[in-house]
């Protein structure tokens, strides 16, 4: 059984950081793409970033490019979200995925965590 758990998010300041985890297990973690998306209120899911199995390829939606970084460890079946530099459109609710492609649509991904709240506030 896949699962994925996300924890880091909480309340932070606007240009504050936060580093969100993703704990993978049921499955060969080091084998998967690694993606995270966000929802935040009343809009649609969005795409964060996403890594693909060795750490060689990256991609990042362009409102978070130079802000959040997204690296992973394959030895611990974990993948990590560093976010900088917040803002308060950031808030939102934040799920990692995994899948086989190094895509940016959530259609492409297999399994979901629970989300983790980030909230950023002026």
């Known amino acids: 059984q896949v699962q994925l758990v996300e924890s880091g998010g909480g309340l932070v300041l606007a240009g504050g950081s936060l580093r969100l985890s993703c704990a993978a297990s049921g499955r060969t973690f080091s084998r998967y793409t690694m993606g995270w998306f966000r929802q935040g209120p009343g809009k649609e899911s969005e795409f964060v970033a996403a890594i693909t199995r060795n750490g060689d390829i990256i991609y990042y939606a362009n409102s978070v490019k130079g802000r959040f970084t997204i690296s992973r460890d394959n030895a611990k079946n974990t993948v990590y979200l560093q976010m900088n530099s917040l803002k308060p459109e950031d808030t939102a609710v934040y799920y990692c995925?995994?899948?086989?492609?190094?895509?940016?649509?959530?259609?492409?991904?297999?399994?979901w965590g629970q989300g983790t709240q980030v909230t950023v506030s002026s």
């Open positions: 995925a995994d899948g086989n492609l190094a895509v940016t649509t959530p259609e492409a991904y297999d399994y």
